[in-house]
């Protein structure tokens, strides 16, 4: 159990890095918004790359920083039963819902999105607006993030194993306070 546990310390970590990628973006996504309007409607210069790296951006945002979000515990749940339940049935709860329905639902979204990255690889897939950019960097963030989730996944279940066991304590409160 300690290796796992290891393991999912790694995981954890892994998770911060993409969640600081995730950060990132967004600080980029202001500025290149704000330099893109200022160029436009100040000097009457535009492009499309430049509209188009902020929707790659947003993706990123999104994409890049689930696990995090899933890590600090912050993802929405329907909490009409989970808040009224001790912390092992609680355990229990989130141990049913990774297994039955988070960690298939990554697995299953990694794998099919996999073939459209692929293709935009292997094809050089450009955007169709005149000045747009490749494709598949932003295809690419679709399973990187899917199995980024999956992988943060697995990290909580086996914390949620360890604590049924009695080996590790694990937060179960709705939102973690800040660390």
Same mark, same amino acid.
């Given at each position: 159990m300690r290796g796992l546990i290891a393991a999912a310390n790694a995981i954890d970590r892994l998770s911060r890095f993409f969640g600081m990628l995730a950060a990132a973006?967004?600080? *980029?996504?202001?500025?290149?918004? &704000?330099? $893109? &309007?200022? *160029?436009?409607? /100040? %000097? !009457?210069v535009g492009s499309n790359a430049w509209l188009e790296i902020q929707w790659y951006l947003f993706g990123a945002m999104i994409l890049l920083g689930g696990a995090l979000t899933l890590q600090r515990n912050e993802h929405v749940r329907v909490d009409l039963v989970y808040m009224t339940v001790g912390a092992r $049935?609680?355990?229990?709860? @989130? $141990?049913? /819902? %990774?297994?039955?329905? =988070?960690?298939? #639902?990554?697995? =299953?979204?990694?794998?099919?999105?996999?073939? !459209?990255?692929?293709? *935009?690889?292997?094809?050089?897939?450009?955007? @169709?607006?005149? /000045?747009?950019?490749?494709?598949?960097? &932003?295809?690419?963030? =679709?399973?990187? #993030?899917?199995? =980024?989730?999956?992988l943060q996944g697995l990290a909580d279940l086996v914390r949620r194993v360890a604590a049924l066991r009695g080996v590790v304590a694990v937060d179960t409160t709705y939102v973690r306070p800040e660390q």
């Open positions: 973006a967004v600080l *980029a996504a202001c500025l290149i918004s &704000a330099a $893109t &309007a200022m *160029a436009r409607y /100040g %000097l !009457g $049935t609680r355990l229990w709860l @989130d $141990t049913f /819902g %990774l297994v039955v329905f =988070l960690l298939p #639902g990554m697995v =299953l979204m990694a794998l099919l999105s996999w073939p !459209g990255f692929w293709e *935009a690889w292997v094809n050089h897939e450009v955007s @169709d607006s005149p /000045g747009g950019l490749l494709r598949w960097p &932003a295809k690419l963030l =679709l399973p990187v #993030g899917f199995a =980024l989730v999956t």
